[in-house]
Nanobody, 127 residues
């Protein structure tokens, strides 16, 4: 069992930055592929970014590529999503999710590949 807690959301002006954190308990994140997803009101949940259990591979949605960076600190059992050059269309509830895997470079993009989810953190970008 893995419990995930996101933090770091908030209100920021367009062009600003935020860093989201996903802290885990119950199991070490070093055995987890972690994904970030977001959902805006009236829309479906969408993939944002992910990092492999090895930390050697990352994947990003085209809409955030070059602006968002996913990283992990296994010593702190935490994964981060650094979000720069934020746009109003980035406004959403952001969720982190985990899937337990053997040490690998595989990165899952589909939400249904992830078993454990956090409660979400709101990110609001004003224009």
């Amino acid at each position: 069992q893995v419990q995930l807690v996101e933090s770091g959301g908030g209100l920021v002006q367009a062009g600003g930055s935020l860093r989201l954190s996903c802290a885990a308990s119950g199991r070490t994140l070093s055995w987890c592929n972690i994904g970030w997803f977001r959902q805006a009101p009236g829309t479906e949940r969408e993939f944002v970014a992910a990092i492999s259990s090895s930390g050697g591979s990352t994947a990003y949605a085209d809409s955030v590529k070059g602006r968002f960076t996913c990283s992990r600190d296994n010593a702190k059992n935490t994964v981060y999503l650094q979000m720069n050059s934020l746009k109003p269309e980035d406004t959403a509830v952001y969720y982190c999710a985990a899937r337990t895997v053997a040490y690998s470079d595989y990165v899952a993009r589909a939400g249904n590949e992830y078993r454990y989810w956090g409660q979400g953190t709101q990110v609001t970008v004003s224009s």
